[in-house]
Each structure stands twice: as structure tokens, then as C-alpha cells.
């Protein structure tokens, strides 16, 4: 019985350090419901070592698409919520989860496509007419399809178009491929086609293959994001003391000077907008 | 190539690791302590219902863990019915989810392993005066290797796992973020041979455990 006595003593050991961390590191952490663009570009983990440095507060991020996301905050799991699709968060605040929500960072979202460009849109600055022409040439395109901000702003621009493309009215080269803004763009990599990002995620990403940026500059891609406090009387077990700390450093000066010093490929990935909301 | 290596040079990866080797090893222990009495008491002794009981574990090898995952976290969720131990997003959802996955492979290795030596054994047990009960001990030891190597096809159940844990961990950085959860961050950013070499240490970590648990029997038996 040596053995299994031998890994016992070890399984016990483990379980006591690891219960052990946890419990003592509760109580300066607060849980921040936020988008994968902002985690998958590397801004929160730049931007939140110096908040947790000058507060002590330290910042527990689960990265989900904005519609996972709030909907993370509305069953009362975070403290704070940091994303970027203004319908979804005015439904969010409408039903009384949350509120004192401000804008703090603005870009812009990018169509990508492969450099073959079969479609023949690239170096347009009309996102509408592209998807337009990508439809009617049945190249194919990449959607989110997970209720991210990102595609909700696509699904939003198709509307426009007067055009829901699926693969049940025989649009097969539409692929909806439910998953986060790095899986599109891989998807879209390993099957030549255009897809819908914002920019930060684009620029960071390691895996382009031949995807370039065909569209971007309209100004109907802005992207735009806001930090929404939870609501104490609906949600009284939040933490509010400490959210309210890190919405007020981001919306601060030094917060601000933080997120417009973040730059990748000598480019600014994300624009602070507190000050003047765009 | 200089990704992989200031990854996994960094004290932050290093924690990353030790979380993978901390919760697995925790929910398998758990697994252990819940399965491996389950396991026995299903091989010696007869009751109503065993039968059903037998085929329910052996259908629970094919749990999906993503909706294990969901499944705990509507139950641990502050809106659900045991949300007020706070435990979605930390480690120890992240234990209770792989030790209901691995749960039911170790009770239902250590089933077959018992199962088969009290056919064999049972009469002859019997015969020298003891119940089902105080065989118990008698035919796990008799049963220790292959216990062993259900104790480590739960292992393997648990380090390999993300769809379960991803859900009540959320993946923090620093906090619930594991070896599997870390190659899925990476693989969605795009940055491929790095999540390659995260996972190539994933499996090295896998052996030595294996290797180490093997070497802890083959002194035994000298």
C-alpha cells in the first residue's frame, strides 16, 4: 500500500495549499465582466498591474463576448462590467442591473480579408457596400454568431444591407462559427475569408496568414467602450467601493494617460474618450 | 521560438502550472476518496438497484464536461442555490467540476478491478470467516495496481481537461488560469506555436506524474 499511502500524503498536501491560496487572496479582488478584444489585445494586462499597484485592489477578468458577459453580471457574478455594444449594455442598464456607465476608450472595428481579395472590395472606406458586394459574389465571410458587441455591430450592419445572410436560406458561404474574435480570425485565416474585427484584437493577432485589412475608416465601425457599475439595490452583494475605485482611475487622467500609452506595431490600439465621449 | 521560452521561463507560468497540478491533483484525490469505496462497495455486496447503479457510473465516463461545467455553474452562480459560497471563479469550483468528472471513472476502474478478484477470491474469503465488508481491505490491496491505474486515468481525466473548468474558472489571469485554459488564451490570440509548446509541456507534466506514481510501485514491490 506504500504507493498509494506516497500519493495521498501528496494529493493532501496540494489540497491544503491550494484551498489555502485561495481563501486568503479574497479579500482586496474584485471580478471585472469584460470583452475578449480587450484581453486578446493586451490592454488589461498592462492597464490593470497599475491599478492593482497604486489600490492595492486586485482585478479578476472574465473575458466573454459583451453579451456573455453582462449576462454574467445580470446573474450577480462580477462586480463591474467593461464592454463595448451600446444596445446591449442600454437594455443591461434599462432592466436596472447596472448604471453611471462611461465611456472610456473608443477604436475602430476592421473588415479583414484574404489578400487575393476574391471579392474585389479592398481599400474602401464603405462598410455597407462591401458586404454588399462579398454577398452578392458569395465569397466567404465569418461570423461571430456568439452575440459579442462585435456581432452585434455585424449583425446591426447587415440589417442595414436589408440583407441576414444563413445558412438556412442557402447562404453556405456564410460561416457562422460561434466562438471569440481570435477563433474568427483564425477561422478566417485557415479558410480565406473576410471577416468583421475591431482593431486592437487585428493588430495583435499572431496568426494573419494572408488576411489583410480591406475596409476600414467608416465612420459606422466605430467601436466604443464603456464601464457600467452594477446596480446596489438589484445587485447588493456586488462589491461596489472598490468598482467604483477602478471606473474612477479608468475615467482619470492617469487611467486615460495609460490606455492612449498602449501602443503594438507603433500604433495606438485603443483611444481614451472620457473627457469628450465619442 | 523566443515566445515559448520567456512563457515558460516566467514566474507566471510556473504558477499557471502548479494551479494545473494543484486543482488535478486535488479533484483527483477527491475522486479517490469518493470512487474508490463506491467502486468496492458496488463489487462485494448485493443490494436493489446495484445492477442499475453499475450502468449509471459506466454511462457517466461519457460525461460531456462542458455541461458539467454549466450544470455547476447555475448551482454556484450568485443567482443560483449556492451562490452565497462564492465559489464560481476561484480554484475550488474548478476541483468540484473535474472531481465529478473524474469521480465515475475511478468507481467504475476500481469496480471492475474488486469486482474481479471477489469472483475470484470471495469463496475462499468467505471460507476463512470474513463478511463483505472486511474483505474490503483484503481485496484492495490485492487490487492496489490497477487501483493505481484508475487513480491515474482520473488524473489524466482532469490535466487534459478545459471545457469544464474554462466555465466555473473564467480563466483569470493569475488565478484560474491553467495549463489548458492558458493554450486556448493563446491559440484564440492567434499566437499557434506557442499554445503547440504550452501543450508539449502539458503532456511532459502528464508523464512525469505517471512515471513518478510507477516508480512509487516498482520500489514497492522490491
Given amino acids: ?104 476608450a473608443w477604436n475602430d472595428f476592421v473588415i479583414v480579408g484574404p489578400a487575393a481579395d476574391p471579392a474585389h472590395v479592398a481599400g474602401g472606406h464603405d462598410a455597407l457596400a462591401a458586404l454588399r458586394t462579398i454577398a452578392a459574389a458569395h465569397a466567404s465571410f465569418v461570423s461571430r454568431g456568439d452575440k459579442s458587441g462585435t456581432d452585434a455591430l455585424e449583425k446591426r450592419l447587415w440589417r442595414a444591407v436589408g440583407r441576414q445572410p444563413s445558412l438556412a436560406s442557402g447562404d453556405n458561404w456564410y460561416r457562422d462559427i460561434g466562438g471569440g474574435m481570435g477563433a474568427a480570425l483564425n477561422a478566417a485565416a485557415g479558410m480565406s475569408a473576410y471577416t468583421l474585427s475591431d482593431r486592437g484584437t487585428w493588430l495583435s493577432f499572431g496568426n494573419k496568414a494572408d488576411l489583410k485589412i480591406v475596409i476600414e475608416g467608416d465612420p459606422g465601425l466605430i467601436n466604443r467602450y464603456d464601464v457600467i457599475l452594477l446596480d446596489p439595490k438589484k445587485h447588493p452583494d456586488a462589491k461596489l467601493e472598490p468598482a467604483r475605485r477602478l471606473r474612477d482611475w479608468l475615467v482619470s487622467e492617469t487611467g486615460q494617460a495609460a490606455i492612449g500609452a498602449y501602443v503594438k506595431q507603433g500604433q495606438t490600439l485603443f483611444h481614451p474618450s472620457a473627457a469628450q465621449p465619442k | 521560438m523566443t515566445d515559448f521560452w520567456s512563457t515558460v521561463g516566467s514566474g507566471e507560468f510556473a504558477r499557471i502550472v502548479l494551479l494545473s497540478l494543484g486543482v488535478s491533483l ?114 484492495v490491496a490485492m487490487a492496489r495496481m490497477r487501483i493505481v491505474t484508475a487513480a491515474l486515468a482520473g488524473f489524466g481525466r482532469t490535466i487534459s481537461e478545459v471545457g469544464a473548468i474554462l466555465v466555473v474558472g473564467g480563466n483569470i489571469a493569475g488565478y484560474t488560469r491553467t495549463m489548458t485554459t492558458a493554450i486556448a488564451l493563446e491559440t484564440s490570440k492567434g499566437n499557434l506555436s506557442l499554445a503547440l509548446g504550452l501543450g508539449f509541456v502539458l503532456i511532459g507534466i502528464s508523464v512525469a506524474v505517471s512515471a513518478t506514481v510507477f516508480a512509487l510501485g516498482a520500489e514497492e514491490r522490491r
Fill in chain 1, 1 to 104: 500500500m506504500t504507493a498509494l499511502r506516497h500519493l495521498a500524503a501528496l494529493l493532501v498536501g496540494v489540497l491544503f495549499a491550494t484551498s489555502g491560496d485561495g481563501a486568503h487572496a479574497q479579500s482586496q479582488a474584485i471580478v471585472m465582466a469584460s470583452t475578449t478584444s480587450l484581453q486578446d489585445s493586451g490592454l488589461l494586462d498592462v492597464l490593470l498591474p497599475k491599478f492593482t499597484a497604486e489600490t492595492g485592489v486586485s482585478i479578476r477578468v472574465i473575458a466573454q463576448g459583451t453579451g456573455q458577459a453582462l449576462a454574467t453580471a445580470a446573474r450577480g457574478d462580477a462586480d463591474i462590467v467593461l464592454v463595448h455594444d451600446p444596445e446591449a449594455e442600454d437594455k443591461f442598464i434599462a432592466e436596472g442591473h447596472g448604471g453611471e456607465r462611461r465611456q472610456i
Fill in chain 2, 26 to 139: 486535488s479533484a483527483t484525490g477527491l475522486s479517490i476518496v469518493l470512487g474508490l469505496p463506491m467502486g468496492a462497495a458496488l463489487a462485494v455486496f448485493r443490494f436493489r438497484g446495484r445492477r442499475f447503479l453499475i450502468v449509471f457510473i459506466n454511462a457517466l465516463l461519457g460525461l460531456p464536461p462542458v455541461v458539467v461545467g454549466l450544470a455547476l455553474y447555475l448551482v454556484l452562480s450568485r443567482a443560483g442555490p449556492f451562490g452565497a459560497l462564492r465559489l464560481l471563479f476561484t480554484p475550488g469550483a474548478m476541483v468540484l467540476a473535474q472531481t465529478v468528472l473524474a469521480t465515475p471513472i475511478v468507481a467504475a476502474l476500481v469496480h471492475r478491478a474488486v469486482a474481479d478478484l471477489w469472483d475470484d477470491y470471495g469463496g475462499a474469503l468467505r471460507v476463512d470467516g470474513a463478511t463483505a465488508l472486511r474483505s474490503i481491505p483484503t481485496l
